[in-house]
Nanobody, 125 residues
Framework: QVQLVESGGGLVQPGGSLRLSCAASGFTLDYYSIGWFRQVPGKEREGVSCINSGDGNTYYADSVKGRFTISGDIAKNTVYLQMSSLKPEDSAVYYC??????????????????WGQGTQVTVSS
């Protein structure tokens, strides 16, 4: 069965860094695209970044571009989100999700068929 498990969240000071992990099981990661999303209470879930097996490209929301880096390790079947220069507005529950291979940009929200349970990131002094 398909599972996505996020880890690596926690409390970090503004300007600090965290690395989130998305461990995939039940499917072969290299045939799919993985997206990172975040959500705060009362707000809609926001797309942050994605990595596409179809073309090997990565994409970022404007709000995180230059600060976050997405990468994948096929051998470990894991996708990472390295977050640097963190801001309080980055605080959210971060989710990873799976979609079929995409060839241009990130998949649409409704194309993600499996989601992890999320990991909390809190950026505060």
């Amino acid at each position: 069965q398909v599972q996505l498990v996020e880890s690596g969240g926690g409390l970090v000071q503004p300007g600090g860094s965290l690395r989130l992990s998305c461990a995939a099981s039940g499917f072969t990661l290299d045939y799919y695209s993985i997206g990172w999303f975040r959500q705060v209470p009362g707000k809609e879930r926001e797309g942050v970044s994605c990595i596409n097996s179809g073309d090997g490209n990565t994409y970022y929301a404007d709000s995180v571009k230059g600060r976050f880096t997405i990468s994948g390790d096929i051998a470990k079947n894991t996708v990472y989100l390295q977050m640097s220069s963190l801001k309080p507005e980055d605080s959210a529950v971060y989710y990873c999700a799976r979609s079929v291979i995409h060839w241009s940009g990130c998949s649409e929200y409704d194309e993600y068929d499996y989601w992890g349970q999320g990991t909390q990131v809190t950026v505060s002094s």
